[in-house]
């Protein structure tokens, strides 16, 4: 392994974190139960976590700031010092935003985000004295502590990056689920009671089935948030709550009730033939169907293969 994995390794089995990392993380899971909270900070609504987006912002303000202190000149002074305050203004509801989904994080994953948001923090703490430091006219001194900030936001910015792009966290569980498109018997009938729910394969995908009445619903017993076991989660008011961090799917369009899941569960339509129950990925907008589940936000496109050169 080169430099940076070896250090990510060491930094992913540093035990010693979490004597930090634990209470923190219960303290923020108390802060974030509200279900406003967490749908507003996940990104419940939007389909996309609201983190990843959100850190742009600081990003590229302070980083403009550094170009705009190097290069600009007198007249670009009023304008670096703007963007210093505007990266200080989004960093909040940033740190919020990713204070959100660190929480649900565990092991090395939790240690990493430690790690990554001390480094933030750094950042914040830096561009803030940089900011008082240009207000009062000590503009050497606003710089350097710029540029200081910039460094630690810069190992933050890899940290966060190593989180999401190596190890995953917080992407669509489901994205490379292979859903069937044809008619796939998944159960016998009568193994699903009035008011029961029970998990089935469907050509390699786990199935979470649930019945009320003639109505069977049918979404993907994946979680789309960490992976979670549906199956294992409790049924309350049409909707299924994940066993793991307490995102909540409705059964009726696979929709999110509450968060931190930001991704609508896959959906199905099914269907009795035979005496078996069998279930489709939904054609694109087909409209629902009386004593059908409900449908499936469309077709997945599958994932291209590029051949090596």
């Known amino acids: ?24 993380s219960k303290a923020a899971q108390g802060a974030v139960r509200p279900r406003i909270v967490r749908n507003l900070l996940s990104g419940a609504k939007t389909g996309h976590p609201l983190h990843p987006p959100l850190t742009d912002v600081p990003i590229g303000a302070w980083s403009m700031s550094a ?14 010092d703007m963007l210093v305050k505007v990266g200080l203004f989004t960093a909040v509801p940033t740190a919020l935003s990713g204070l959100n989904d660190w929480s649900d994080t565990i092991g090395a994953d939790r240690r990493v985000g430690l790690v990554h948001a001390a480094a933030n923090s750094a950042a914040l703490t830096l561009y803030a004295a940089s900011a008082v430091a240009r207000a009062r006219g000590k503009r050497g001194t606003g710089k350097a502590l710029g540029f200081a900030g910039l460094g630690m936001m810069a190992i933050g910015g890899y940290l966060g990056g190593h989180l999401s792009f190596a190890n995953g966290v917080n992407v669509n569980r489901t994205a490379w689920e292979q859903e069937p498109e044809e008619w796939t018997p998944v159960m016998v009938e009568t193994e699903l009671a009035d008011g029961q729910h029970r998990t089935a394969d469907a050509n390699g995908v786990e199935v979470l089935l649930y019945r009320k009445g003639a109505t069977i619903y049918a979404m993907s017993a994946t979680c789309s948030h960490m992976g979670g076991p549906l199956g294992e989660g409790t049924i309350e008011d049409d909707c299924v709550t994940c066993p793991w961090h307490g995102s909540t799917f409705r059964f009726a369009d696979g929709g999110i009730e509450r968060g931190p899941a930001s991704s609508p569960q896959p959906h199905f339509e099914t269907r009795i033939e035979a005496g078996r129950i069998e279930i489709r990925l939904a054609p694109p907008e ?6 059908e ?14 051949p090596a050169s």
């Open 1 to 24: 392994m080169n430099m940076p994995h070896r250090t990510m390794r060491r930094l992913e089995e540093a035990e010693a974190l979490d004597g930090i990392a634990k209470p923190l």
């Open 67 to 80: 170009v705009l202190d190097v290069m600009g000149g007198p007249g670009a002074e009023p304008a670096a």
């Open 286 to 291: 087909a409209p629902a169907k009386e004593g």
């Open 293 to 306: 589940g409900g449908i499936h936000r469309g077709h997945r496109r599958p994932l291209a293969r590029t």
